[in-house]
């Protein structure tokens, strides 16, 4: 919907501000977890205390419900949906006719959550149990990552209003092979 309302020539910044969400979602939520987990023993914890981020999370379901509620459809969609008619399965008539774009649209989203999850997840995990590292100082470290990420992504969609989607993208995806699997 963001992308469809923005002006062309910002539609790469305008569309970041969806990548940004879940980054800063993300942030408030470890900053919670820790706030949470500073306050309670480590026995009270894992027993109940991990609880009360999710019930916190209740309050913002209600109001990501009622902002969705009140938006209209974006005059792009509702074009669409006024000039063709329904079809039984949409899905395949996307297989069939945009598979090409279908693929990358998928290796973008995998790519770009993969990572995502693998630094803010299994890091945390991984570090704490494997590298005997302090819980706290992974959570700061992947929180700080995620100020920077949630900067980052609006500097490089910016970028992409100017230089194209297709030069970023390619240059992400080279910088992630050789960060993945630069090193042994």
């Known amino acids: 919907m963001i992308v469809e309302k923005a002006p062309k020539e910002k539609c790469g910044f305008c569309g ?9 979602g993300f942030l408030a939520s470890t900053g919670v977890f820790i706030l949470v987990s500073s306050l309670m023993s480590q026995e009270q914890l894992p027993a109940w205390g991990w609880r009360v981020p999710f019930l916190l999370s209740i309050l913002l ?11 209209e459809e974006s005059p792009v969609f509702e074009d669409v949906a006024e000039k ?11 297989l069939k006719n945009y598979w090409k774009e279908m693929i ?5 989203v995998v790519l770009f959550f993969g990572i995502f999850y693998v630094f803010s997840v299994f890091s945390l995990s991984y570090s704490t149990q494997q590298l005997g590292m302090d819980r706290n100082t992974v959570l700061y470290s992947v929180m700080i990552a995620m100020v920077v990420n949630s ?9 992409s209003d100017k230089v194209g989607r297709k030069k970023i993208m390619m240059r992400q995806r080279r910088w992630v092979l ?5 090193r042994r």
């Not at 063709?84 to 996307?94: E, G, S, Y």
């Not at 990358?104 to 973008?108: F, G, I, Q």
């Not at 050789?178 to 630069?182: E, F, K, M, V």
């Open 178 to 182: 050789a960060t993945t699997y630069g």
């Open 16 to 24: 970041s501000l969806n990548n940004v969400g879940p980054v800063v």
């Open 151 to 159: 900067i980052t992504i609006p500097i490089f969609s910016k970028l």
């Open 61 to 71: 379901v209600g109001i990501g419900l009622y902002i969705r509620l009140q938006l």
């Open 84 to 94: 063709q008619k329904a079809v039984r399965l949409p899905i395949a008539v996307a």
């Open 104 to 108: 990358l649209a998928t290796e973008s």
